[in-house]
């Protein structure tokens, strides 16, 4: 059963662009969520996470928000450059208790210089 | 200041043999876990160790076991290797506490013939 869901396996952006990521959510006892980025051959990089008490986290071109009431959270990146083109992941986790993350499978992000 | 460093990068083997990964975590971090990605999937969770404990365990059978010793560092053992565990291997670190998101090393590709 996947708790942690990305519907787009793929996107692609002009460079400049604004680009939205998305990822739902079936756990309501998820109080932590993460982004990461992965390129070929190399381990998922954290990019940016955020707190179920916050509904939004910045840190320069990258901002997540978070809606608890619809179980989803989006990444936003402005502007896409081309560096940026990589696989990103959701994921999330309950903590206290049991502090493993759940993946979701990814959006292959392309930004098109 | 060294991230997650794991070895080896690559490693082959055949079914029913059995093999031990390595993982050296962030300087700082206490806590380390493991996972296990498949072709196109995120991350699945195998286990956790904190003060050289398992402490969280996913769903993957006895076969997969570890250790970590008293320097954070940790072992992933997987007995009577099936082509089905031909996989990326993941060792993530971490502090233990909330907020505190998990850094990845590179991971070592696994291939069973």
């Known amino acids: 059963d996947q708790q942690v869901k990305q519907n787009s396996p793929s996107l692609s952006v002009q460079e400049g662009r604004i680009s939205i990521l998305n990822c739902d959510y079936t756990?309501?006892?998820?109080?932590?969520f993460l982004w990461y980025k992965k390129y070929p051959a190399e381990g998922p990089t954290f990019l940016i996470s955020?707190?179920?008490?916050?509904d939004k986290n910045e840190d320069g071109r990258f901002t997540v928000f978070l809606n608890k009431s619809a179980k989803h959270l989006s990444l936003h990146i402005v502007p896409s450059q081309p560096g940026d083109s990589a696989v990103y992941f959701c994921?999330?986790?309950?903590?206290?208790?049991?502090?493993?993350?759940?993946f979701g499978t990814g959006t292959r992000l392309t930004v098109i210089p | 200041d060294a991230g997650v460093t794991q070895s080896p990068t690559h490693l082959i083997k055949t079914r029913g043999q059995q093999v031990t990964l390595r993982c050296s975590p962030k300087?700082?971090?206490?806590?380390v876990s493991w996972y296990q990605q498949a072709l196109g999937q995120g991350p699945q969770f195998i286990f956790q160790?904190?003060?050289?404990?398992?402490?969280q365990r996913g769903n993957f059978p006895d076969r997969f076991s570890g250790h970590q010793f008293p320097n954070y560092s940790s072992e992933l053992n997987v007995n009577a290797l099936l082509l089905g565990d031909s996989a990326l291997y993941l060792c993530a670190s971490s502090i233990q506490g909330p907020d505190q998101p998990q850094h990845f090393g590179d991971g070592t590709r696994l291939s069973i013939l």
């Open positions: 756990n309501s006892m998820f109080d932590y």
């Open positions: 994921a999330a986790m309950v903590f206290p208790g049991a502090n493993n993350l759940f």
């Open positions: 300087s700082g971090h206490d806590t």
């Open positions: 160790y904190y003060e050289e404990e398992e402490r």
């Open positions: 955020i707190s179920s008490i916050k």
